[in-house]
């Protein structure tokens, strides 16, 4: 019984984000939230009418992350590209992502073993 509560408390990828399709925003990072189950970056894009949105971007648990990114790795203020599975509801601005990118050093992360950073 005890398994079982545990299983089903963690949620699906696939009942959040569209997992066949993918989007990439780009913006200031407000926020990094390293922790379990999974860790966070919040971050400020600019709609075509100049609206500023707060996107929240669903990232691996700390373990997934370990040797590449630590909590001082990015910081409120970088620019960032991220590319990921967009939420099944547009509105709440939501991405699990699958790539990350900072322009400014070429400091990259990324999911997809074909994808291409520039440097």
């Not at 990828?13 to 922790?35: K, N, P, W």
């Not at 971050?43 to 669903?58: C, I, L």
């Not at 409120?76 to 900072?102: C, E, K, M, Q, S």
Request: aromatic share 10%.
């Amino acid at each position: 019984l005890a398994f079982s509560a545990r299983a089903c408390a963690h949620h699906s990828f696939a009942a959040t984000y569209v997992e066949d399709q993918s989007v990439t925003i780009e913006g200031q990072m407000v926020q990094f939230l390293l922790r379990n189950r999974h860790s966070f970056v919040h971050v400020m894009v600019k709609d075509p009418d100049g609206t500023a949105q707060r996107y929240v971007v669903e990232w691996g648990s700390p373990a997934q992350l370990a040797g590449k990114v630590a909590r001082d790795t990015l910081r409120p203020g970088d620019h960032v590209i991220i590319t990921g599975n967009p939420g099944r509801n547009a509105g709440d601005h939501r991405v699990r992502l699958l790539t990350f990118r900072r322009p400014s050093d070429g400091w990259s992360w990324g999911l997809l073993p074909d994808e291409k950073f520039d440097k």
